[in-house]
């Protein structure tokens, strides 16, 4: 490996180290300036100043903050994210639970976006002007303009109250955990909301992306004495115009890990969005903050993997 | 491609069978709103925790439809003619989910970790009669039972457990009951920390249902206790699934995915009542909701002031229009099932007129924009509350509109439950709409409340008044039901002349469930409707 | 891009005006916003007085679209609600642009190491859940205007920035540039007359596109219960409020929500239709 390739990788993964510690230090501190404390949620209705003042003290908050920050950062880079302030599981056992679901959910759901998005964003824009492209577009264009939640819940009162072929809610039904055919049925709602709304996103942009390309190629053929076949053009385009729909699904990798908050409260799914959102109204900062680090680390770690990838593939980069 | 979306398509036509039920009528499934926090009912606050435990655990004593208390884990009892000594013969041959035998042992061993201050649990107070309480909870140095000259509980033999209180109390018998009187096994807790044992999330209790899975934020699962010492329950599993959404909690009711839940939107309850296949249950609940605000701020000290308030606003048409008739009119601390109850309490009647006339004659005159002002100053202030609950929401903004008709401007402030329940403990609010839990016993909150020893607790409005503090008194030290009738009475007399809130309604509790299930016992107060799971049973209708 | 010479190619505008989309888009923005700052005048009644008899009431002469859970005039409601949430919407677009197109146009002005810290200082921001983030500031801060339009730029501006920074970084190099240095011209001058001026048309399509974002991310934070706080209406909290009583009134619940799909559609079409506009090389109109 020559030298300047491996000072530009450590340097890489130092800046991706420095911007985890980085993203962690702004939450800690983000989360303590807030007024309010988990013992409120801790005591519940019968609260006292004593039993506060007990929690407080039990859960290491009255400590000064770097001190508390420090403590958690070193159990981190141990591998030990703490444990939950209400209930007192191990954050990493909570995440590595409820990362099932999640990915099923989201991962789900982007296969579903891409397989039908691209294909008809790429007819969009090949028959552009056409019916297809009108119609297209503008179906994708509504996708778009729709709340998320508001589509869950109106395809639970199509198919749940209405017709009743689906279940409303939840992850399967208990003992029948092992049924396929029981979890894709659960799964049927939540999935299409979630892509559904992604799938219209990404028509529109491998359309417009497409676009783009066919038009640089389409001049530069022109220019050239004739028309080159138009299977090499068109192959050549679609590669290039999916790049930047990569980098889309890219940018919604934090989402992808994180859980898709709405999606799951309104289907009761026990995902990750779920356990982080139930934890900020709780105040539960050891989960809050591991939830986070993990979902920071898996994007920070996939950027650094593409970037190094890219540089090891193609020699001609420059790195410094 | 094509291929995924054949695939995609065959497997959602292979799913679209309409949803089948669960083995149907031996399991029995309840949607919560929330999870549980701990399944320890000597730590555990929440509401949600308190009906995930009442099946799992069994106290000394239960409720009947009348809130009068029965045997469960005790047998019989005796009071000493002083009231100051109470023997219970417990059960025998009670067995904990584990096996082991239960005895007094057992029983010493639960409420002296409710004594002890290193265990943070909420219901210490309730004790309070206990022989020895000063000294077993002192912040600074807190005694041992072992060093006590007399102690509070006292363990006669395996199956003989005895108490002793320092003043007759009344309400003793009371508090001896879910959910927060459980009882909870030495062999598993001693030398642990409650706090956060592991038990905590895998609880032993003697109920009639044994834990069998919690998934947190998404189900408990429990099964019956063949063992049980009143005859296994007639349910085979308990499942409480967690859906946060309360529309989709309701679809879920409706398509079979759930087989019970509590407070529906109130304005389905009608069309509910009317669908074939379920049932609605409602019964009264000790809990009230009030607007209240600091009784030492001004000019909250004038009770002309105080009784304009209470003038402005129209409770018997909130109660009719926005809760459809499913609560009651409050007059005071107590609900009309309680004993503690006085019919000859009216509240202020709704008078808009009178509002005005009253806030007049305390010296204020509308301003130019129509609020009104003393001394420069407008009556204009805040109102805090928890920014999660609907209907205190819908309370508030209620409450606001009714104080502008009067002149007297109100800003709402929801606030983040733990950011609230801080604020509100410190005293640092203005106007407020909040509910209290209560209790079926008139004596823990009514003395918690409204004695001027709690400023630092549960009276964080700064009420004071010498008369109350006496009446709350004497009915604490007697524990003659027919005295202690007579003190509340004058008590909730005096706190009406005073009209330190506007007492708002005491909701009902609403269930609905599948009717096919019977043996429901709908008690009136807080969840008592989940000490009678162990009674209900499928009839297949 | 390069200022066109009038008489042979179109400009930006007569080649908006003959895109239809762009056009029907428009005029749902300019309805909206109209409604949104005259709501005082527009709304025939106040959005809170409530009527708690006439709770529930369907459409009617008295009330064109009916009556809430409150009593209260849903028409109003919706008028007001134009008002709040594009007030949010105005608020958080508008410092996200801000901050995103400073940052990215000196990253890509500068180049080079400035470039790579900041835009390592942008991934930070990206490697978080957006609405995780926001949840966090809302939730723990206090569900305000500031707040909310704050911490929705704060997840926004980024790729705004990203986008700018491309523009320029592909700009800085081209011979006006160097013209202008050459006359001396500050790095200031050359950032703000010259490359801002040519990256406007891409800010502004990003500027309606991230408009009608905000409003469903008001929509989503309603849902959680961290709108816009009543008694004040935003489309959000209309239609979350209005949910229970959908089989019911399902008036309370549908206007709002047909007014979020409106709008955000009409967002959507403009911005899509200032991009063809914008585009250098279209030849005829687009459809």
């Keep these: 490996m020559e030298p300047g390739l491996r000072t530009y990788i450590l340097k890489r993964v130092g800046f991706a180290v420095l911007m985890l510690v980085g993203v962690s230090i702004i939450l800690f501190t983000i989360m303590r300036l807030a007024p309010g404390g988990p013992e409120a949620v801790l005591i519940g209705g019968e609260f006292s100043q004593e039993a506060a003042a007990q929690i407080r003290q039990r859960l290491g908050l009255d400590r000064p903050l770097a001190l508390q920050y420090l403590g958690w950062a070193g159990g981190a880079l141990r591998g030990d994210l703490g444990r939950s302030f209400k209930t007192g599981d191990p954050v990493a056992a909570l995440i590595l639970d409820r990362l099932g679901p999640t990915i099923q959910l989201t991962f789900g759901a982007l296969a579903l976006a891409l397989v039908v998005a691209v294909p008809l964003g790429v007819v969009a824009a090949v028959r552009r002007g056409t019916i297809w492209d009108t119609l297209g577009s503008a179906v994708a264009l509504f996708g778009v303009s729709f709340p998320s939640f508001w589509l869950g819940i109106m395809l639970i009162l199509l198919f749940s109250e209405v017709f009743h072929v689906l279940p409303p809610s939840g992850l399967s039904e208990y003992g029948r955990e092992a049924e396929l055919a029981a979890r894709v049925r659960h799964a049927i709602l939540p999935t299409l909301t979630l892509g559904l709304i992604q799938m219209a996103s990404f028509m529109r942009f491998t359309r417009s992306s497409l676009l783009e390309v066919l038009r640089q190629d389409y001049v530069r053929t022109a220019r050239a004495k004739g028309l080159s076949g138009g299977r090499v ?51 539960d900062y050891p989960v809050i903050m591991g939830v986070n680090l993990m979902v920071a680390a898996v994007v920070i770690s996939a950027n650094l993997l593409t970037d190094l990838a890219y540089c090891v593939i193609d020699p001609r980069i420059s790195y410094r | 491609m094509i291929h995924a979306m054949l695939l995609v398509l065959l497997v959602a036509l292979i799913g679209l069978t309409p949803s089948a039920s669960l083995a149907a009528g031996k399991d029995f499934v ?146 001896l009951v879910n959910p927060r009187a459980g009882i909870v096994p030495e062999h598993i807790l001693k030398g642990t920390d409650l706090n956060t ?95 209240g605000w600091r009784q030492d701020l001004a000019p909250f000290t004038d009770v002309r002031v105080r009784r304009a308030l209470y003038h402005a606003i129209d409770v018997p048409t909130i109660v009719r229009e926005v809760l459809q008739g499913y609560a009651v009119v409050s007059t005071g601390q107590f609900p009309p099932s309680s004993w503690a109850f006085d019919s000859s309490v009216k509240p202020y009647a709704y008078d808009p007129a009178r509002a005005k006339a009253l806030l007049a004659e305390a010296g204020f005159k509308p301003g130019a924009d129509g609020v009104l002002a003393k001394d420069g100053k407008r009556f204009s202030f805040s109102i805090r509350h928890d920014q999660a609950d609907q209907s205190v929401k819908d309370t508030a903004v209620i409450i606001q509109e009714y104080l502008k008709r009067v002149g007297v401007e109100a800003h709402l402030e929801p606030l983040d439950w733990p950011t609230f329940v801080k604020k509100l403990f410190a005293s640092d609010f203005e106007g407020i709409v909040v509910g209290w839990t209560n209790h079926h016993d008139p004596d823990p909150f009514a003395y918690t409340i409204w004695h001027s020893s709690q ?87 | ?92 677009t508008a410092l996200s642009l801000v901050v995103g197109t400073a940052v990215g146009s000196v990253a890509g002005y500068f180049g080079g190491g400035v470039d790579t810290a900041i835009m390592r200082a942008a991934d930070v921001f990206l490697s978080v859940p957006a609405l995780f983030l926001i949840l966090i500031v809302v939730a723990l801060f206090g569900a305000s205007l500031a707040n909310t339009a704050l911490v929705i730029a704060l997840v926004t501006w980024a790729p705004v920035g990203r986008i700018v920074r491309s523009e320029c970084l592909s700009l800085r190099n ?83 929500g047909l007014a979020i799909f409106v709008t955000v559609l009409g967002f959507n079409l403009f911005g899509d239709g200032l991009r063809d506009a914008s585009d250098p090389t279209l030849r005829g109109h687009s459809p």
Aim: no cysteine; aromatic share 10%.
């Design chain 3, 174 to 256: 081209r011979d006006f540039v160097h013209a202008a240095a050459a006359l001396g011209a500050g790095h200031a001058r050359i950032l703000g007359r010259h490359l801002l001026v040519n990256a406007l048309p891409i800010v502004i399509v990003q500027a309606s596109l991230l408009l009608g974002q905000t409003i469903l991310i008001e929509s989503g934070l309603s849902y959680l219960g961290l709108g816009a706080q009543p008694p004040l209406p935003s489309w959000g909290n209309m239609v979350v409020e209005g949910r229970q009583f959908l089989a019911s009134a399902w008036w309370i619940a549908t206007f709002p």
């Design chain 1, 233 to 283: 053009v068109w192959r050549h385009a679609l590669r290039n115009a999916l790049i930047p729909v990569v980098t889309v699904v890219g940018l919604s990798l934090p989402t992808l890990v994180g859980g898709a908050v709405l999606t799951e409260t309104v289907f009761a799914w026990p995902g990750i969005g779920r356990l982080a959102v139930g934890a900020v109204f709780e105040r």
């Design chain 3, 1 to 92: 891009m390069t200022a066109p010479v009038r008489s042979e190619r179109p400009s930006i505008f007569d080649r908006f005006t003959r895109n239809r989309r762009g056009l029907v888009g428009g005029l749902v923005v300019a309805i909206m916003l109209t409604a949104g700052a005259l709501a005082p005048a527009l709304a025939p009644q106040s959005y809170s007085s409530q009527s708690l008899l006439n709770r529930l009431q369907p459409p009617s002469a008295a009330h064109w679209l009916g009556t809430d859970g409150f009593g209260r005039d849903v028409l109003s409601r919706v008028i007001w609600g134009s008002r709040v949430s594009l007030e949010i919407a105005l608020f958080a």
């Design chain 2, 197 to 291: 044992a592991e038990f905590n999330r895998r609880p032993i209790g003697t109920g009639p249902f044994k834990l069998v899975e919690w998934r947190r934020g998404e189900r408990l699962v429990m099964e019956a206790n063949d063992q049980y010492h009143a005859g296994r329950p007639a349910l085979d599993r308990l499942i409480m699934r967690i859906i946060p959404d309360s529309v989709v909690l309701l679809q879920e009711l409706r398509s079979g995915g759930v087989d019970f839940i509590e407070n529906p939107p109130l304005t389905e309850v009608a069309r509910l009542k009317q669908t074939p296949n379920l049932k609605v249950l409602v019964t009264d609940n000790t809990s009230y909701t009030y607007f």
């Design chain 2, 455 to 541: 400023w630092k607790g549960r009276n964080f409005a700064h009420y004071k008044n010498p008369r109350v503090d006496e009446a709350l008194e004497a009915a604490r030290r007697t524990g003659n039901t027919a005295e202690r009738k007579k003190h509340y009475a004058e008590f909730s007399k005096l706190l009406m002349e005073d009209a330190p809130y506007v007492f708002l309604y005491f909701r009902q509790q609403v269930y609905v469930t599948r009717a096919g299930y019977e043996g429901f016992i709908p008690i009136p107060t807080f969840g008592g409707i989940y000490q009678s799971l162990k009674a209900v049973r499928w009839t297949g209708k």
């Design chain 2, 30 to 175: 309840i949607g919560l709103s929330g999870d549980a926090t701990s399944l320890n009912p000597v730590i555990a606050t929440d509401g949600q925790s308190y009906i995930a435990e009442w099946p799992l655990f069994d106290s000394l004593v239960e409720l009947d439809q009348g809130l009068n208390v029965k045997p469960l884990l005790a047998e019989s009892w005796e009071v000493s003619r002083d009231g100051l000594t109470y023997t219970f013969k417990l059960k025998r041959n009670v067995k904990w989910h584990d096996g082991k035998p239960f005895t007094a042992r057992d029983v010493a061993f639960t409420f002296y970790s409710v004594l002890d201050p290193k265990v943070t649990t909420p219901h210490r107070a309730y004790f309070d009669a206990l022989v020895g309480f000063p000294e077993l909870t002192a912040k600074e140095n807190p005694k041992k039972p072992e060093e006590l000259a007399v102690r509070p509980i006292e363990v006669v033999d395996d199956h003989t457990v005895r108490f002793r209180l320092r003043y007759p109390s009344g309400s003793f018998l009371a508090v």
